[in-house]
């Protein structure tokens, strides 16, 4: 409906604004769960098949790095 900006005949009509809803999000941002070092180093025993060398190159990978967002270092 519109409305008068004042009470005066031959006043200027003015139309009303709704505010519109803000549109929901179904799915908010879900973080997949973390995963521990350990957790990390088996999956990368079973990919290599239990070779210690290939388990290093795994882990110690710029890939791995970049998806991790850290860089992993073995000592020992």
């Given at each position: 409906?519109t ?8 006043s ?9 809803p ?10 997949p769960?973390?995963?521990t ?34 860089r ?5």
């Amino acid at each position: 409906m519109t409305k008068t900006a004042t009470r005066k005949p031959g006043s200027v009509q003015r139309q009303g604004r709704r505010v519109m809803p803000t549109p929901r999000r179904a799915s908010q941002r879900k973080m997949p769960p973390a995963l521990t070092v350990g957790e990390l180093i088996a999956a990368a025993y079973d990919t290599a098949g239990g070779e210690e060398v290939e388990v290093l190159k795994l882990v110690t990978s710029p890939q791995m790095s970049r998806v991790l967002g850290r860089r992993i270092v073995l000592v020992g």
